[in-house]
């Protein structure tokens, strides 16, 4: 019966992934009864998990339930070089501080994926902080500049004579170094990741251990239907957002896409999804932002979810929503926006203003120089799913 599970899982890895390093490897340690240690990283770049992560995350619980040790890696010191895949400049590097903080929110997102009584959560700060500057040479030394500027990215740029820093080109041999950290037995990620990860198997020879599989899952296309789902592109579905903002978003998933979401962060059969597509392309919709919805918030949340949904779809301001309380008197627009958290800064909330991206009584308002008449109440809403109810009070 246990030989029978292992090789249902690792069917569905041959089946679903994008590549393994290689698959005769990985068949050969599941089926070896060793306890295997498998590696996924997260770079701490915003603290938000997205459904793209879901995708290697939850096919790590097939893993898991296996008995295999799953190690959750938070990137809090690789977070202060900033990844640099797919990107076209040198990315803003975060603080320790910075990276610390979004780390926290990780920890109760991870466990919608995994079990976490039973995955190893760790900061890769705990073994890179202490290398030495020597230590640091030797293992530059194991990599070449030939090999790093095989990565797409940094040859893209170095031919276009783009500034690299020098930090960015040890990105690579610092997530690889995790790898020889923590010996692992299985590294899983993206394939924007693969070169990463290969680096992984490359140091791990280096230093005498046995070379990980690296198994690279087909990235998540975003929101935006042209770049991969990313923190950064703000094109993506959260797996911590509200239920409303979640069914929301699960909403506007490019119809070409539809089969794609099901079939990466679903356990929706494929027959299934595919003939409702086929028969009415926006229940299949309803019935995806219903599916994720429950996935992450239980089947009770979807309800509610859908009907504001619909109140906003119509129009309709929603009968929930934030309040928020504020002396009476009348206010600037601007200060009001500011005030209720929907910008950052004056100036921020001007630009919102400007560009149509607020509401007063479901009405829009782009003048920035609108004073609000500070007695009862008005509805503040910014887009299609943010809507504060301001109470102006006696002071």
Known sequence: MESDKIREVFEIFRRETAAIYSEDALKERLFSGKRLRVKFGADPSRPNLTIGHSVPLRKMKLLQDLGHEIVFLIGDYTGMVGDPTGRSKTRSPLT??????????YLKQVSKMLDVEKTTIVFNSEWLSKLTFAETLTLTAKYTLAQVLERDDFAKRYAEKAPIGLHELLYPLMQGYDSVALRADIEIG??????NMLVGRELQRDYGQPQQVVIAFPLLPGLDGAEKMGKSLDNYIGVDEPPEIMFEKAMKVPDPLMGDYF???????????????????????????????ALYHGREAVEAARNRYLEVAGRRLPERMDRVEMPAGDIGIVDLVAAIGFASSKGDARRLIAGGGVKLDNEPETDIGRVVAGTGEVVVSRGKNRFVKVVFTGK
Do not use: C, W
Request: aromatic share 10%; charged share 30%; hydrophobic share 40%.
């Open 190 to 195: 993206g394939t924007d990741q693969t070169f």
């Open 263 to 293: 079939r990466l962060t679903t356990d929706v059969p494929e027959a299934e999804f595919s003939a409702l597509m086929a028969k009415d392309i926006r229940e299949a919709h309803f019935a995806y932002a219903a599916e994720i919805t």
């Open 96 to 105: 320790f501080e910075q990276t610390r903080a979004n780390a926290e929110s």
